[in-house]
């Protein structure tokens, strides 16, 4: 099954060690695939509103480090405000129960819980998924313009590639400029800028 983050993202598994988990924020996000780890967000648009999460939130650790990269998650603010202390479980060992908790976002069920709709909206599959899909406020619009916005890019980079030589036919033409005003209207979506 496709990941519908586009790719599973991998925490490497001895970094450098450093004192304060805010350091790790590069690795997390080369790791992360400049993407949060829980809606597959790129950090394109909006690098600065990405912060590092504790999977299991702070308030809940025993055992695990405060700066444990294990547990650590590049996250969006979306997902990271969401998220909070949130910890059904109440124990640090335990993620979930199988109908409600979290699944760390590095493990392969991750991505099973969840898909995307045509529209780039985010679908949960399973009813742990339906539960962390409104624990993490999946259905907050910013995640479907966000992907919106990137799949625009794609197409737009590819059409500019196709036409590199300088010749642009007319059908080419006005894909581009169809897909450059569709850009705008999710981006301003995006900033909140009404559109008419």
């Known amino acids: 099954m496709t990941d519908f983050r586009h790719r599973k993202p991998t925490r490497r598994e001895s ?3 450093k ?22 967000d790129h950090d394109f648009f909006r690098q600065t509103y990405y912060e590092i999460d504790h999977f299991v939130p702070r308030k809940k650790l025993k055992t695990i480090a405060l700066n444990d990269y294990s547990n650590l998650v590049y996250s969006c603010r979306s997902c990271n405000n969401s998220k909070r202390a949130k910890w059904p479980t109440g124990d640090e060992k ?7 908790g979290f699944i760390d976002p ?8 969840f898909h995307r709709g045509k529209d780039g909206s ?3 599959c399973t009813e742990l998924g339906e539960w962390m899909w409104k ?3 999946f259905g907050n619009p910013a995640h479907r313009v966000i992907w919106n916005l990137e799949e ?14 300088g010749v642009v036919d007319g059908h080419l ?23 008419f």
Do not use: W
């Open 19 to 40: 004192s304060r988990y805010t350091d790790y924020k590069p690795e997390l996000r080369e790791d992360f695939n400049e993407r949060c780890g829980y809606c597959g």
């Open 122 to 124: 985010i679908i949960a």
């Open 173 to 195: 033409a006005a894909d581009i400029m169809r897909f450059t005003k569709q850009y705008h209207v999710f981006e301003e979506s995006l900033r909140g800028v009404p559109h």
């Open 152 to 165: 625009i890019r794609k197409r737009i980079r590819q059409m500019e590639e196709s036409c590199s030589d």
């Open 135 to 137: 624990a993490l406020n």
């Open 94 to 100: 335990v993620h979930n129960n199988g109908k409600v």
């Open 106 to 113: 590095c493990d392969e069920t991750y991505a099973d819980q």
């Open 15 to 17: 970094p450098e060690a």
